[in-house]
């Protein structure tokens, strides 16, 4: 007992000993390690066939054809991981079990090709058909129908959606377009925040069933001729939000039941606080393209979205028809809700399509611009008017993007970010016109690792970049 009271005094010594000793500069910082899944895998053999395990922090691989994560297996990869692909097919990293790509703000992931294969071109004017955003270098990430988690953070997809050869995934067909983020599982969960989605030859992120939160990502150049920053099919639900989408073909996001099994649930998308820009503007055919979209009894909802210069504002679809050559089927307008949604544009012709003709899209008081302001009296949704009253007014006032856009130059030339910045001014007539008054929905996990690190709430500040700093952080 005598010794058990004599090496807790000296215990107890050592330890105020070593106290005194501390300082701030003799402080040590020990860093978590990394989180690891099984074993590392190997940088000097090329991927592909199937892998599992972890791709290391800051390492390069290269990929030399289609990858497979096998049904119960995990592959992972850590902040600042590099992965190649060689430009000669569009391979895929086709996921069976569960794919972490956990970047992080200082340290992000790239899925992209190697400099020798394409680079950037952001260039105001440049020829689309000759642009390498839209050629489509590798085909994409996708989750089979077995899939369990899909979690992309703070990670670049550049130059992703080719065209598939012999597909290796059951519910693309060979030869068809890749898309470069996929599925077809209606009870897996994908996760896509604080990315960036660059240039696809169609849509970059089409799923056919799954539970979503796409939120806070960046998405330039997508679609050569055709194609939405986010076409949902059947089976989907979940929410769009935060994001900011310039330069797309078609629409930003596009809600759709297409292909739902009886197996799946209704498609369900929330839109809100998304900035779009310039979209539309690839697509030739009218009746298409722009900025929101629901169809083929579709549900959900969409608030606080900023429209700028694009195609054609929210777009419902209200009866099962042909329109300018398009086959549009109805979408489950009962259970639309939308109010505080923000639409400038530079011209007549997009004035007159902020409530698109034919549509069944329905003004609100909380719009802007007031829809009194420039609708006829007696108007009813779908008709055509004329919007002389509201072009070039009601500037949102981003921080570096030029509005009115100068008649020199053409709004499709505005379809990547370089040094644009939109976040809104201090007196930008965007602030404080939003809503709070709906609820996301919460069908992933809050998790850092297998779900999303936060379902950012709705702001009261309309647009992806609210002056609380929670929105957007590219």
């Not at 895998?41 to 289609?66: E, H, W």
């Not at 992080?104 to 020829?127: H, R, W």
């Amino acid at each position: 007992m005598k010794n058990q009271i004599k090496y807790g005094i000296l215990a107890a010594g050592l330890v105020a000993a070593l106290s005194g000793c501390n300082s701030s500069s003799e402080d040590v910082v020990v860093s978590a390690p990394l989180f690891s899944v099984g074993q590392a895998v190997s940088t000097k053999t090329p991927l592909q066939g199937s892998i599992k395990g972890t791709l290391k922090s800051d390492s390069t691989y290269n990929v030399t054809g289609d990858v497979f994560i096998n049904e119960g297996d995990t592959l992972l990869i850590q902040p600042g991981a590099k992965v190649l692909f060689d430009g000669k097919g569009a391979w895929y990293f086709v996921v069976k079990g569960s794919l972490l790509s956990l970047g992080t703000q200082a340290k992000p992931i790239y899925f992209t090709v190697p400099s020798s294969v394409a680079v950037k071109n952001e260039t105001l004017g440049a020829d689309p058909t000759t642009d390498p955003a839209y050629k489509g270098f590798w085909g994409g990430i996708a989750g089979e129908t077995t899939f369990k988690n899909i979690i992309i953070k703070w990670t670049h997809l550049d130059f992703g959606g080719g065209k598939l050869g012999t597909s290796p995934v059951s519910f693309l067909a060979n030869g068809a377009n890749a898309y470069t983020l996929t599925s077809k599982n209606s009870d897996g969960i994908v996760v896509l925040e604080d990315s960036w989605v660059y240039g696809a030859v169609d849509d970059p992120c089409r799923p056919f069933g799954g539970k979503y939160n796409i939120m806070r990502n960046t998405f330039e150049k997508c679609g050569f001729t055709g194609g939405e920053a986010f076409n949902i099919k059947g089976g989907t639900v979940g929410n769009f939000a935060y994001n900011l989408i310039i330069g797309m073909a078609t629409n930003g996001p596009k809600a759709s039941n297409d292909g739902q099994s009886p197996t799946q649930p209704q498609t369900n998308i929330l839109m809100y606080n998304n900035t779009m820009v310039a979209n539309g503007w690839r697509r030739s055919s009218d009746g298409r393209g722009g900025s929101i979209n629901y169809e083929n009894g579709a549900k959900g909802g969409y608030y606080n979205n900023l429209i700028v210069d694009s195609k054609y504002g929210p777009r419902i679809v209200g009866a099962t028809a042909s329109y300018a050559g398009n086959s549009l089927v109805v979408a489950d307008t009962s259970n639309i809700k939308y109010s505080n949604n923000y639409n400038y544009v530079d011209s007549l012709k997009m004035a007159n399509q902020i409530y698109p003709v034919g549509f069944t899209t329905k003004p609100q008081t909380t719009d802007i611009p007031a829809p009194s302001t420039f609708l006829p009296t007696g108007y009813k949704p779908g008709q055509a008017y004329d919007g002389t009253a509201v072009v070039q007014k009601n500037n949102p006032l981003f921080v570096n993007f030029p509005l009115p856009y100068v008649a020199t130059k053409k709004i499709a030339d505005a379809s990547f970010v370089g040094t644009f910045n939109f976040r809104l001014q201090p007196t930008s007539p965007a602030l404080g016109k939003g809503t709070t008054g709906f609820t996301p929905l919460n069908v992933v996990p809050i998790s850092e690792r297998y779900g999303s690190t936060e379902i950012t709430a709705p702001s009261t500040d309309i647009g992806a970049y609210p002056s609380n700093g929670k929105g957007n952080q590219h």
